[in-house]
T-cell receptor
Framework: EPEVTQTPSHQVTQMGQEVILRCVPISNHLYFYWYRQILGQKVEFLVSFYNNEISEKSEIFDDQFSVERPDGSNFTLKIRSTKLEDSAMYFC????????????FGSGTQLSVL | GENVEQHPSTLSVQEGDSAVIKCTYSDSASNYFPWYKQELGKGPQLIIDIRSNVGEKKDQRIAVTLNKTAKHFSLHITETQPEDSAVYFCAAPHSGNTPLVFGKGTRLSVIA
């Protein structure tokens, strides 16, 4: 069964450093997302990406965040200057059509900012 | 914007009993309601979804019911098994064709 893969599974970084989280969405999917989940809390939407551009973003997704699809398979989330409050599990997701139906999530990257 | 409330936050049931988790939503324009199951250390996985043109959908031991008038939808798991133990999230679109807003989750424990 096709799946969304994310690397790394764990990332530890110092406050102020840049991090890049990587995702390989399911190959025939058209919509890509990043969500995050702070420990014990609900899954929060960050950004959606379609047709090589951001289609929607939340208030969490400020100027410190950026996304990119550098080639035909990868989808990345960059945090330019990490803060302590960026510590969370970051999930990549993809879907084939309509933008929000039948999202497939990866297993996540646990980001710890020290 | 959409607001999704989910209850209860934790639920313990005996193996073989039924479990029911309820969600309410605020945006009457929402027309798609999925349920996700998250096991420890994994991402949420879609288990069942329902569109607003039907009131109930079943898939083996799980079912979802939707009441559009009251703006609530529920997940029903019958004959629960220990492997059903997980965190379950309901969700609804933020508005129209935009990304999902998730509930806070229900931690279900099935006691053998």
């Amino acid at each position: 069964e096709p799946e969304v893969t994310q690397t790394p599974s764990h990332q530890v970084t110092q406050m102020g450093q840049e991090v890049i989280l990587r995702c390989v969405p399911i190959s025939n999917h058209l919509y890509f997302y990043w969500y995050r989940q702070i420990l014990g809390q609900k899954v929060e939407f960050l950004v959606s990406f379609y047709n090589n551009e951001i289609s929607e973003k939340s208030e969490i997704f400020d100027d410190q965040f950026s996304v990119e699809r550098p080639d035909g398979s990868n989808f990345t989330l960059k945090i330019r200057s990490t803060k302590l409050e960026d510590s969370a599990m970051y999930f990549c997701a993809s879907s084939y059509g309509t933008g929000y139906e039948k999202l497939f999530f990866g297993s996540g990257t646990q980001l710890s900012v020290l | 914007g959409e607001n999704v409330e989910q209850h209860p936050s934790t639920l313990s049931v005996q193996e073989g009993d039924s479990a029911v988790i309820k969600c309410t939503y605020s945006d009457s324009a929402s027309n798609y309601f999925p349920w996700y199951k998250q096991e420890l250390g994994k991402g949420p996985q879609l288990i069942i979804d329902i569109r607003s043109n039907v009131g109930e959908k079943k898939d083996q031991r799980i079912a979802v019911t939707l009441n559009k008038t009251a703006k609530h939808f529920s997940l029903h798991i019958t004959e629960t098994q220990p492997e059903d133990s997980a965190v379950y999230f309901c969700a609804a679109p933020h508005s129209g064709n935009t990304p999902l807003v998730f509930g806070k989750g229900t931690r279900l424990s099935v006691i053998a």
